[in-house]
């Protein structure tokens, strides 16, 4: 269970940051879209941006959960 646990760990360090920046990046593209076309609208939003925005928020808040744990784990020896 200890070995689960650690390779949690680190594959959230690793993956959290990068499904963030997925949900960033796709959030962006919709308001530029919305912004710069006058015929774009938030209602024609596809599954898959859906998907991607609620991943980034996801991994948002697992991420900082995790960044707290790595403060107990190295800073605290």
């Not at 646990?5 to 530029?32: E, H, S, Y």
């Not at 998907?51 to 991994?59: H, K, L």
């Amino acid at each position: 269970m200890k070995d689960i646990k650690r390779i949690w760990f680190w594959f959230t360090l690793v993956v959290c940051p990068l499904l963030i920046m997925l949900g960033v990046a796709t959030f962006a593209q919709l308001l530029g879209e919305y912004v710069y076309s006058p015929k774009y609208s938030f209602s024609s939003l596809s599954s898959f941006q859906i998907v991607f925005m609620a991943g980034g928020i996801c991994a948002l808040s697992i991420f900082l959960t995790t960044i707290k744990e790595a403060k107990i784990r190295f800073f605290t020896k």
